[in-house]
């Protein structure tokens, strides 16, 4: 309940927290808080500095681009969620509770990488691109190389996750996220998101990320590959997901089995996919 | 002066007299107190579930900035170890040090305690201390712990028992099973819970050396009885010398019965730092330190005549006890579910058998409903198996079965006497108000669609207002069971009453003053309940059981009627009557048949005090205190209906409708009572769909904080839809039974009734509490490879 | 420990200044430094809601903000949520529909219904349920408070 004493620092500029974190190697970024102070509170993390993001205002806000959106880091759940992004408003309603979702950032939850977090899921059904800036510079990583394991991603030592640039997608594109969470943590057990494009009747592309099952989240590549190309009716989902998702592969833990794990992904998957396609296709 | 008023208060839903403090943030729980120079202590717990510790080094917590001191159990000089309130025959009881010394035997066994000037640097040192342990050993089951070869909890209890009590007429029920036409048999765990009042404990101590005086302000639901544990056993310190308070607590459900080693800690250390000292549970702490509920694994038969009608009852149970024995422990979470065994129903023979064993886990006490939910659940599941294997509908085969409205008084099997009830009329209640036959309709309906809908009854029984003194005394308890009551008349004619019971959260300052101000005519402002203060009232035993209304408040009718006894002479000496011709209506007293002679209550309480004009030879003065020891038990009863849907593909259950006919005698306050049930159904489908205070073998927590134990939120239940009966109590002066636990004790096997009735096309006949999802789909999947 | 950090912190209109410990959480400065006591701690994992406070007008589980985090930010607890002396209907809706037993949720409960009528002003029960998820009660089943919330809400409108 009572977090160890830390240094702190406020930034109110990227190049600044990136100063303070060549300063301070062992810091902590603070965005809004709500997975790293939790674990402080447990004394499950005890960084010996944090360095607070959450008030740069270049790291705020949603802003229309010509091939999609750009989401600040520090953008709230909350204001996902009120938003019109395709797909993450949907996921956004998903993450904890209203009040978390008042603090919680998008940026701040990418780069803890919880294996239940709601956020990667979506960010791989989307293809969406993540931005990082650190003492080299700035780079683009796909979303598909971002999650590396629990807990980890391809963000690097000094580097701070600035942005999540969303492509567009217009007419003919359908999405959903179909969730099945702890009852007590409310992290995803398992957590589906899917992507279609319709075209002429048949699936032009499917993309689906699955969040809660693994140590990190992935995509059902196979399930996407069985399905491009036709039309998603009831039978060729059904079909697609069919012995997709292997046990072994999948988390077990107290609260439910990998076997659990797996007919989940199957259930959701399946949900997922056909009210995508329905929204693709209306 | 009091205004005289012809208001009716008793059965009317009066908004609460307590609740503008709440609603306002000024109520006053025990971590808003921080008497000037309040210190902050923390406690420093056993990771192992048993283990040796060989040594303890305070010295690097102890120089750190803040800190006061760290003291170890070596500290604890002359600290006597916390009583056992309850005895069996043959109890093995063992020890239970407020701080271990050289053995722990649960995670979260207390080891030291670091005090410092705020809380983060408490738990700064706490942190620093170095406690080498050497890990033993361990046992988290209580079936395993009775097995041979399992490691030993205390080594002067090699094999774990701590108790065995057989109850009833063996060969009498093995002759019933030897002629039965079915016997109906059943494995069932009643899964350990953890209470969860959303208010951690907490305990702030503060000593005076000028007066001697210690004062503890504590989350406790009885503080006159923590206060002479404290006292008088562990402590040594003279009652008279400690006062114990417990302020506005935020919900209790049991576990805040028991006599707890933080407060005895708190204590001690606030004499020996001469600082108040606080502790403040952190959520994490509770799960490992506060008292778990139930953990009963239980085998149990029901042996059936050829019409249907249950003529015996077996039951074996091995109930979990924790490593050592809570205040209540040998018999709350044990046996003290043996007397309602045999439910709503007639059942001629009854045998059980407890075991209660010795285990590396926190011990066990009362949680909400506390007996009776392990009673029902089986007794309920029993019934619902065996209808199921007769081919009767659930409502038919309990109405076959129940004791018939004429027989009460009814002598059970199990040594109680039923006060009064009338279940078919609950059930017939509950069923019109469910609209039974239409759930049936849809249910076939659904199934059709190919859905997994059910439906689930209960009709529970539960024994409330405790408790007769003398009967509790032969059965063990160490303490009497009465309740108290001062009602003390102020000379402008308002009314303090200085009550026993405690209320964290039931409503006692509304409902007991609408039973004051209805007897005396009075305006509810006029009257003030005061509870929770050992040095404000005299004698207490707290709430809990569903006591407070049959017991607590049939203290103050008695203590009401000596005030108004003394109240009618005045009166009768001042209009020149004989009392017994002076009556009290709304407010005034008259003379019988002559309305216009009369004087106001508010005046004779004046002259009381005034004692210029009292008949001869009276006391001045107009207060009068009454000790309510209950003749019997009362025994509510009711009837829920539930509805769920099962989501087969992640076994996902879903409380479609909740509906509950609740009958506990007269009703005080509708809207109060309805708020029990409410609750009391929350925290019962909680046990049936959610919670689990899980163990691994060795007794390690699986479930140690909010992250990994599930509370029902309001997105896992329905509105539910509430109705009353009245069958009043004919032994206690209110008629009142109690409904604190009725909603806990009845939904858990409505919920889990539902679920089975939901999967029963797939042979499904039995699923262990919690049904979470993974375990309802790992059932599915097994009945369906079974099918295929 | 850590060098101290200047703050100022409006809370229910008042403005405070206070050099802060940085690990210092939001709901002890509440309750041990500024004494409002009406926020409570019921649980450390973020869960349970009754640190619930409105952080520039949004509810915020307080026991996840660092004082520090809240500087120069509008804070209202239950002690300022009403008015003049009067309560707020959120506040008359719990009393009347008896939303509360225990009281010790009741706090966070208020605030975070507050969140959600100031989104919605006419919920449905379901969103009323969904939008309390993160808030526990153990002592009333929700039941009523969902009714207190419902009731606010068509008072508020009404009103407008």
Not at chain 2, 41 to 70: F, K, N, Q
Not at chain 2, 286 to 293: E, I, M, P, Q, T
Request: charged share 20%; hydrophobic share 40%; with cysteine.
């Amino acid at each position: 309940m009572y977090p160890p004493s830390f240094r702190y620092y406020r930034a109110s500029s990227v190049a600044e927290a990136i100063a303070l974190l060549q300063r301070e190697p062992e810091a902590r970024l603070l965005a809004g808080g709500h997975s790293l102070l939790p674990a402080m509170k447990l004394r499950l993390a005890a960084p010996p500095a944090l360095i607070d993001i959450g008030r740069i205002p270049e790291l705020r806000g949603i802003r229309r681009r010509d091939d999609g959106w750009a989401i600040g880091a520090m953008t709230t759940h909350r204001e996902i969620e009120f938003s019109d992004l395709p797909l993450l408003a949907e996921v956004a309603a998903h993450v904890a509770d209203p009040p978390v979702r008042n603090r919680g950032t998008i940026g701040g939850s990418l780069a803890h990488a919880d294996p239940g977090a709601d956020y990667p899921a979506a960010v791989l059904a989307l293809g969406a691109t993540i931005k990082a800036v650190g003492p080299g510079g700035e780079r683009s990583i796909p979303a598909d190389d971002f999650f590396q394991g629990l807990f980890t991603t391809s963000l690097q030592q000094g580097e701070v996750l600035t942005e999540v640039h969303l492509p567009a997608l217009g007419h003919g594109w359908g999405w959903a996220y179909e969730k099945f969470p702890h009852p007590a943590s409310g992290y995803a057990v398992v957590g589906v998101a899917a992507v279609v494009q319709a075209e002429g009747g048949a699936a032009r592309q499917v993309r689906v990320g699955i969040t809660g099952a693994a140590q990190s989240a992935f995509r059902a590549r196979q399930v996407e590959e069985r399905l491009t190309g036709r039309p998603m009716d009831e039978g060729a989902v059904r079909s697609a997901i069919e012995g997709a998702f292997e046990p072994d592969q999948l988390l077990s833990d107290p609260f439910a089995s990998a076997d659990y794990r797996a007919a989940l992904c199957q259930a959701l998957c399946r949900r997922a996919l056909l009210r995508a396609w329905q929204r693709a296709t209306t | 002066m009091v205004q005289a008023t012809g208001r009716r208060y008793i059965g009317a839903a009066i908004k609460r007299k307590e609740d503008p403090r709440f609603i306002t943030g000024r109520g006053t729980y025990v971590d808003d107190l921080a008497p000037p120079g309040t210190v902050y202590a923390a406690m420093v717990r056993s990771p192992y579930p048993h283990a040796r510790i060989r040594s303890i080094d305070t010295r690097r917590a102890r120089e750190m900035p803040g800190v006061l001191a760290v003291f170890t159990g070596a500290d604890l000089e002359g600290v006597n170890p916390n009583p056992v309130g309850w005895l069996v025959p043959e109890l093995r009881a063992v020890p239970y040090p407020v701080m271990a010394r050289d053995r722990v035997r649960y995670v979260g066994e207390i080891v030291a305690v670091a005090i410092a000037e705020d809380r983060y640097l408490a738990e700064d040192a706490a942190q620093a201390v170095e406690v080498d342990y050497e890990p033993l050993p361990a046992v988290g089951d209580a079936t395993k712990a009775v097995q041979a070869g399992a490691p030993a909890v205390h080594d002067q209890v090699p094999d774990n028992v701590a108790f065995r009590l057989p109850f009833g007429d063996q060969a009498a029920v093995d002759a019933a099973f030897t002629t039965a036409q079915r016997v109906v048999r059943l494995e069932l765990v009643n899964q350990r819970l953890v209470p969860s009042a959303i208010e951690p404990r907490a305990a702030l101590a503060s000593y005076d050396p000028a007066t001697d005086q210690l004062t503890l302000w504590l989350t406790s639901q009885n503080p006159h009885l923590i206060r002479l544990l404290l006292s008088a056993f562990v402590l040594g310190l003279p009652e008279h010398k400690v006062r114990v308070i417990s302020p506005d607590v935020g919900g209790g459900f049991g576990s805040k019965i028991p006599l707890y080693s933080e407060e005895c800690i708190v204590a001690w250390a606030a004499r020996r730092l001469g600082r108040p000292v606080k502790w403040t549970a952190k959520r994490s702490e509770s799960f490992l330190s506060d008292r778990h509920g139930r953990d009963h694994h239980t085998v149990a038969e029901m042996a059936l005549d050829g019409e249907g009608r249950v003529t015996a009852l077996r039951v074996r149970t091995v109930a979990n006890l924790g490593a050592y024995l809570s205040t209540l422990g040998p018999a709350i979470p044990t046996w003290a579910y043996i007397p309602l065994l045999s439910g709503q129903y007639v059942i001629p023979h009854i045998y059980a058998e407890v075991v209660g064993a010795y285990t590396n886990t926190p011990p066990t006490d009362a949680y909400r409903g506390a007996g009776r939910p392990e009673a029902c659940y089986l007794i309920e599941r029993l019934m619902d198996v065996a209808a199921r294997e007769l081919g009767l509908d659930p409502a038919e085969f309990r109405r076959r079965n129940f004791v018939p409205p004429d027989r009460f008084p009814y002598q059970t099997s199990v040594a109680v006497v039923y006060d009064s009830g009338n279940y078919p009329g609950a059930l017939d209640k509950a069923l019109a108000l469910a609209d039974y036959q239409g759930m049936r309709r849809q249910q076939e309906e659904a199934r059709r669609e190919g859905r997994y809908v059910g439906i689930g009854i209960s009709c529970y029984i539960e024994a409330c207002g405790f408790a007769p003194s003398k009967l509790v005394g032969q059965l063990g308890a160490q303490a009497g069971l009465w309740e108290s009551a001062l009602v003390r008349a102020h000379p402008t004619g308002r009314v303090t009453v200085l009550t026993g019971a405690h209320s964290h959260g039931q409503g006692h300052e509304t409902t007991f003053a609408q039973i004051v101000a209805e007897e005396l005519g009075i305006s509810l402002d006029d009257v003030e309940i005061v509870h929770g203060d050992s040095g404000a009232i005299p004698m207490g035993m707290g709430t809990y059981g569903s006591r407070s209304l049959a017991v607590g408040g049939s203290a103050i009718v008695r203590a009401l009627e000596r005030v108004k006894d003394k109240a009618r002479r005045i009166a009768a000496h001042l209009l020149e009557a004989a009392p017994e011709d002076v009556e009290l209506r709304e407010g005034r007293f008259y003379v019988r048949g002559v309305p216009d002679r009369g004087v106001d209550w508010a005046a004779v309480a004046l002259q009381a005090y005034l004692a210029h004009n009292l008949p001869e030879g009276m006391e001045p003065g107009l207060e009068a205190s009454a000790f309510y020891d209950p003749e019997n038990f009362t025994f509510p009863f009711g009837t829920h209906i539930s509805m769920v849907e099962v989501d087969p593909e992640t076994g996902l259950v879903k409380v479609l409708r909740y509906v509950a006919v609740d009958d506990a005698g007269n009703i005080i306050n509708p809207l109060v009572f309805e708020g029990q049930v409410h609750g009391g159904i929350a925290q019962g489908v909680g046990q049936a769909l959610l919670e689990w205070g899980r163990f691994d073998e060795d007794g390690t927590p699986l479930a140690a904080s909010f992250m990994e134990y599930a509370l029902p939120r309001a997105s896992h239940l329905p509105s539910f839809k509430t109705d009353v009966q009245v069958t009043p109590c004919p032994h206690n002066p209110l008629g009142a039974k109690g409904i604190g636990e009725a909603g806990t004790i009845a939904a858990t096997p409505c919920i889990v009734n539902a679920v089975v009735d939901a999967l029963s096309p797939l042979g499904i006949r039995h699923l262990d509490t919690p049904l979470t999802p993974p375990r309802v789909w790992e059932a599915i999947r097994q009945a369906r490879a079974r099918q295929a | 420990m850590a060098e101290k950090v200047p703050i100022t912190v409006t809370v229910n209109g008042v403005q405070h200044r206070h050099e802060v410990e940085p690990r210092l959480l939001l709901v002890h400065y509440l309750r041990d430094v500024l004494r409002l006591t009406g926020t409570h701690v019921g649980c450390d994992t973020s869960q349970c809601g009754a640190c619930t406070v409105l952080l520039d007008g949004q509810a915020v589980k307080s026991c996840t903000v660092l004082a520090v985090q809240a500087d120069g930010c509008q804070v209202t607890t239950i002690e300022g949520l009403g008015s003049d002396g009067q309560l707020h209907p959120l506040q008359e809706a719990f009393w009347e529909k008896h939303g509360l037993q225990c009281g010790f949720c009741t706090p966070g409960m208020i605030l975070a219904a507050y969140d959600l009528l100031s989104r919605r002003p006419d919920p449905s029960e379901e969103e009323v349920r969904h939008a309390l998820e993160g808030n526990y009660c153990r002592c009333t089943g929700y039941h009523n408070i969902v009714q207190a919330v419902l009731y606010a809400a068509e008072k508020m409108r009404g009103s407008r």
